[in-house]
């Protein structure tokens, strides 16, 4: 296999930041690719600074080079000064480690964590030497995979990709990986024997065997086109965290990239219900990795990287059971170990989990900001969004924060949420406000940033079926918040471009029409749609108009209750008439509780998978008001499995 560097190295001195291109950190896989063996290219679509310390793309990555059949390298995004110079000079997209062109690989591998990357995605294929159509390649060309949270939609990607994995990947790149191997042992193999070999998998989507067919704005089918190929394709859960202690070699950059600390992931999965959020929904049930697993993880990777600061990553880190005892324990551990005191952070703090006792700890080290979600200004929303956090739980945490030092808070919101009014829009400025309040009387330079987004209904949550609002809505609401947020001290708000959010909307709600409208803004020059310099909504607004289709019937419009949605033909593990059920709870202004202390609600992520809720106490958050428990007593990881029928919703 070739290396482009030899033409690559001259070029490098005539861009900005070189160092994105150049491999060489600790932590990287020396494995070469080899012909004999299963090569993959794992593929960030964003830049090197944002892409590389994406935790799933490490994982797996370490997983492959340990296998004896595969090697794993890196890529990502080139930015447009190298981009433009590679064209000219004739050089494809390229490894970091090894600078192997693309289309050298068996498989480019992407993760795909943004919808505003698909052009991205679109323009690596391209730029790797590879036709940008699954349609048009044969079988020199390497197979273009994705997995990551969006591929829960994966249909307006359909067009480019040739297979997506649904779920957790750590167990599925091990077998695609034998699949691929067999096929390259077999003389004369055709594509199509290894895509239906791919079909076969467990949580492998194959979007070429299945037919599509419309009425209208609507999917009115979704079919297999061949037998023994699933009707419906079902997500990968891996059973036990423990089993799987990646990255024990995190890659430490030699150039400044987003998140540069040790990242330890704690726990996978969230039974909040919070019904807005996907990740959330789609990563149940909750497996928590073992206490012991996490401080050896993260005094190990201190000791090898350098780094003095660690984040214990989770969808809601402060949730993780005896989480202060944890926080105290790899602070002792690096003091024993001779390191520098280390600075934890908890990403996606509960208000209602976060105390004196978890303040208390973090102070040992370095205070940087706190950010808390509560997401809505009023509990009436936050019944609604099933965000059962009431203010005076926000306001004991950010008061624990400030009383031990913090002079910083940062509360993210959402903006055009179901049936959200003025009155609701106008609570997070209060809120705000009032934060700001409690943080001056610890220090009169304490601030609070209100950070406002505007919300995207995604598949398989119980939202899935609203029509988000008009881009012109939103930046109403924000102009209502910079209104009332003008003059106030301490006060600053952020917000989300609404309209980026509506494009965020057409890609992740559409169905497979939509692949000619990436393609068509990437041939017009359209990628790092995500960069706001780079954002252009009229080439999205021209290419849905030349492609004969409407923003509103995709973005904007209710979903019928029988409607087949463009991603029927796959399953996050939950049961259709459970997110149908909490959708019309939603509408009635109700919430459910953490099923974590209640009776299960028969969602199906845990029943579907024969799996429980596993976490290493059975103990609910101290003054938690979600429900009693029983402690157990075991000291370690057990199942949470408390079946009953469905209890009666809480009102407020």
Known sequence: MTSVWPRLEPLLPKVQKPARYIGCEDGAAAKPPDPSLVNWCFIYPDTYEIGLPNQG???LYEIVNERADGTADRAYAPWGDLEALMRAEGIPLFSVEHHTPGHEFDLLAFNLSAELTYTNLVNCVDLAGVPVRAADRTEDHPLI???GHCTYNPEPLADFLDAVVLGDGEEVVGQITEVVA???????????????????IESVYVPNLYEVTYDGPSVASITPLHPGVPAVVTKRTVADLADWPYPRNQLAPLTEVVHDRLNVEVFRGCTRGCRFCQAGMITRPVRERPAEQVRTMVTSGLARTGYDEVTLTSLSTADYSDVSS??????DDSEAEGLPTVSVSLPSLRVDAFGVSIAAQLQRAKRSGLTFAPEAGTWRMRQIINKLVREEDLYEAVDAAYSQGWQRVKLYFLIGLPSETDEDTLGIARLAANVAEIGK????RASCTASVGGFVPKPFTPFQWFGQNTTAEL???VNLLKDATRGMKGVTLKWHDPKATLIEGIASRGDRRIGAVIEQVWRNGGTFQEWSEHFNLELWTQAMADNGLSIDDVVHRHRRSDEVLPWEHLSAGLHKDFLWQDWQDALAEVGLPDCRWTPCYDCGACTGYGIEHVVASAVPPAGGSQGTGQDLGTGGAVPVRLLGRRPEAVAG
């Open 182 to 200: 067999a096929h390259k042992a077999q003389a004369g193999a055709s594509r199509a024997s290894l895509l239906l070999a791919l079909a076969g």
């Open 145 to 147: 995979v994705a997995g």
């Open 475 to 477: 930046q109403r609401k």
């Open 326 to 331: 944890l926080v105290e324990g790899i602070m």
């Open 57 to 59: 793309l490490q994982i």
């Open 441 to 444: 009387r610890h220090n009169k």
